[in-house]
């Protein structure tokens, strides 16, 4: 997953110059985001359609609770991946 890409990115000692990033940094960011954006936007759309559905109440609130767990669960990944591409930028522009 984006774990072996951020391991392959180029570090500090590479060519790019003191106080920048290599653009594939950049392109790894915005690959996390997208699959953030992606898992959000299904979450959404399956609790929209829990909501307006017809089954009773209580049902409704077991469903959403179930969806909201799997959703923190897939994007628990995601989001360990982008604090450690922070912590990678931050190391090299410091």
Same mark, same amino acid.
Request: proline share 5%.
């Given at each position: 997953?984006?774990?072996?890409?951020l391991e392959r990115l180029p570090t500090r000692a590479?060519?790019?110059?003191?106080?920048?990033y290599s653009p594939d940094?950049?392109?790894l960011a915005?690959?996390? #985001?997208?699959?953030l954006a992606d898992i959000d936007f299904g979450y959404q759309k399956d609790r929209e359609t829990i909501l307006t559905s017809e089954v009773n109440e209580p049902f409704k609130q077991r469903?959403?609770?179930t969806l909201e767990? &799997?959703?923190?669960?897939? &994007?628990?990944?995601?989001?360990?991946?982008?604090?450690? #591409?922070?912590?990678?930028?931050?190391?090299? #522009?410091?």
């Amino acid at each position: 997953m984006a774990t072996a890409m951020l391991e392959r990115l180029p570090t500090r000692a590479s060519q790019q110059p003191a106080g920048t990033y290599s653009p594939d940094i950049l392109q790894l960011a915005q690959s996390l #985001l997208r699959s953030l954006a992606d898992i959000d936007f299904g979450y959404q759309k399956d609790r929209e359609t829990i909501l307006t559905s017809e089954v009773n109440e209580p049902f409704k609130q077991r469903a959403i609770a179930t969806l909201e767990k &799997r959703h923190q669960e897939r &994007r628990a990944p995601y989001l360990r991946e982008l604090d450690k #591409l922070e912590r990678r930028i931050q190391r090299t #522009l410091a």
